[in-house]
């Protein structure tokens, strides 16, 4: 059987900023999981005594914390800042992007519709830094009835599919004199979907390796599943099923933005041996 890796798969920018930022800061605590790979965040632990701290509460003056890279809601921040926590902030730049806009358009006085997850931690992040609020939708669907200004302004969990962020643009662009879109989308969520939509194209098989929590492994996982109906979703070698590779001939691999090239490497392996 051949095996086949997408074009582009794995950590990306935002990832292995974080990764690095966490190795250097020895001792420390991430607020929420780093990132969404618990593999990962076992690694840290054991070999960089980063530990995992999920209420805010439990930090006290004079604590590290490690914000994580979905960034966490304005004012957790500024109580951990007011508590004297010493606070490293690994938020990813893609993710601080649309924190900005969100702050600043509606200080503008502008509605915020965003596109995305509202139970994502990236979304609830997003959210607090509008002055006004702001209305999450994951479809056209769940717009219809909402009433808002007649200025709006866009923006896009960073891990979202282009295609659908641009449905809910053009809905509002029908009913609205004045919509800004902002892309929040970033270029390695748009990189890693067009590389496993190429690749599921033309696999027999499809693994797809991530944290089953993921949001931009899910929407890997859902990519491939449209072109490829023997398409998985695996966090590791172990929920290998020997049963997936029989009579197949060509097997395309991807992998989400927090799965470090260790885990991939251990999947692949495991996948020739069992073919």
Known sequence: MKIELAENYGFCFGVKRAIKIAEESVGSATYGPLIHNSKEINRLKEDFDVSLIENINSFTTGDKAVIRTHGIP???LAFLK???VEVTDATCPYVTKPQQICEEMSKDGYDIVIFGDVNHPEIKGVMSYSDTGAT????VAELKGKVFKEKIAVVAQTTRKVDDFMKVCNFLMRSHKEVRVFNTICNATFDNQDAVRKLSKVSDVMVVIGGKNSSNTKQLHAISKENCE???LVEGPDDLDES???NK???GISAGASTPDWIITQVMDKIK???
């Open 249 to 251: 001939k060509n097997c």
């Open 230 to 232: 023997n398409s998985y």
């Open 82 to 84: 007011q508590r004297k």
């Open 136 to 139: 999450v939708v994951e479809d």
């Open 273 to 275: 041996a069992l073919s």
């Open 244 to 246: 997936w590779f029989f």
């Open 74 to 76: 304005k004012s957790e």
